[in-house]
């Protein structure tokens, strides 16, 4: 039966991609053979991993073991490097090179549909991991590429139709780092002072199982928001650290909590990468916003402090993050009913200076070399590609459409090999201003139409485009003042490669993207996860 099921599926496939051929230029019938998905005689891996979901059990608070979903690892070829396992739930972060070619095995062993994406690689189309090629229990998908991506770090993750928000909250996500010779020459802090920073939150039920959107409607509007800090799978995190220099890659796993990062002490903080990349030179904020996706490497030298004493990062107050939603949401902090609202002030993680160590590396003036994008580099200088965000009537949408697997708008059309401008704006606040419609301050207050359920919200949005990295050429806001853009607009980081930028109420985000190599359907979506199960999730086609 599973068998017949199986083949059933193929055809269906087959089907709506025979169906779509029509509509997607340069699609070849060839792709449709593909499917059953074997592994290429042609691709000669440096690389090959097989990796299962399953679902699992782990200690994560005293007590009962919670249950999970877990990715599990197993190195077929390659590096005895590749694989690191992580604590918890993540699963073994990937280790890549800059020019291997990699073969990913994925089994699905659950008892619902899944697929893999590696969120910021450049892959062809086919190994992207879009909803269409989700697999059922039983089932396999072989991934295979290039890895042309250049040092920094990435992750991989569940992204099912409709099931994202609750796969990655169960456990399917894990970190992918690259490297490359023009990395390895800096000499950056390795091994063991290149540490992982996962950040995540959760809930949990009185006997320690993940509990997942008690409040309805609203709870799903505003994203879900734990009440519980998770460092790296692990409840109360403190690392020892020495008295010498560190590489942190922080990385925002949350489903849709916004974290704005800081030293308990104000100490500055050192970024020297972004989302997919180091940056050119090494830079300072007084805190960095990370939203839901986001990845940010710090340097952190810890030589000055005392052994025995302790530094912790915390995630600061903000505001102007949230819309106000009949006293259920407020346009400053969300309001929690259960734990730590959006924009509160809390811990993360506490760095114990457990011993002193006697040298350091010192941070590099100069971190990579790469090419500044500028409207001279666009094909569309004077015509600028617009992803439109509204949650008109608690319906997240992108250009006010849903997501629908296979459909593409015409101006979601895409040529290859071309530098495109985009810009993301937020359409629900430039309504507002241009209808006079809510209080206009900025803080996200929804104008009602109609009364009830219909009203406009602007809200922040972290959005994610598949694909090659982009640059941000620019960031507008229409009016700061009372809207708390005050508290986050000396967080961002503008200057490196980017796969997803926050976008605050009221802002309109400019970026460069280039649409390089590969053909076919790439998504772009808010990576507020409920908002993207929710249909904030649309497809670009490049032909």
Known sequence: MAHFDDKRRQFLQ???????AAAWPGFALAEMAKMTNAPSSAFKPDVE???????GAVSIKPGAATRVFQYQGKLLKGPASTLTEMPGYLGPTLNLVHGQKVRIIFYNELTEPTVAHWHGLHVPQKMDGHPMYAINRGERYVYEFEVKNPAGTNWYHAHTHEMTATQVYQGLAGLITITDEQEQKLELPSSEYDLPIVIQDRRFTSDNQLLYLQHGMQERIRGFLGDTILINGQIDRIIPVKTRAYRLRLFNGSNSRIYKLGWEDGTPLTAIGT???????????????????????????????????????????????????????????????????????????????AGKASESPQLPPVLSKFKRLTHRDVANPDKPIQIGLSMMHMSPELNHRSFEMLAVAEGEKIPVNTIQKIKIVQEDHAMRGR????????????GRRGGGMGMMMSMAHPIHLHGQQFQILSRLIQDQHGSGYETVKDGFINSG?????????GEEVTIIKPFQDYTGLYLYHCHNLEHEDMGMMRNFLVS
């Open 14 to 20: 087959f089907a709506a991609f025979g169906t779509a």
């Open 49 to 55: 991993i097989e990796l299962t979901a399953r679902a």
């Open 275 to 353: 989302d997919g990349a180091l940056l050119e030179k090494p830079e300072t904020f007084p805190y960095i916003m990370l939203a839901p996706a986001e990845r940010v490497e710090l340097w952190v030298d810890f030589s000055g402090r005392e052994p025995g004493s302790d530094l912790v990062l915390h995630s600061l107050e903000y505001h102007g993050v949230m819309p106000r939603m009949g006293g259920g949401m407020r346009g400053g902090r969300g309001m929690m009913r259960d734990g730590l609202g959006q924009g509160s002030k809390f811990p993360l993680v506490k760095f114990h200076i």
């Open 435 to 446: 209808r006079g419609m809510g209080g206009g301050d900025g803080r996200g207050e929804g």
């Open 497 to 505: 490669w980017k796969d997803t930028v926050l976008v605050m109420p």
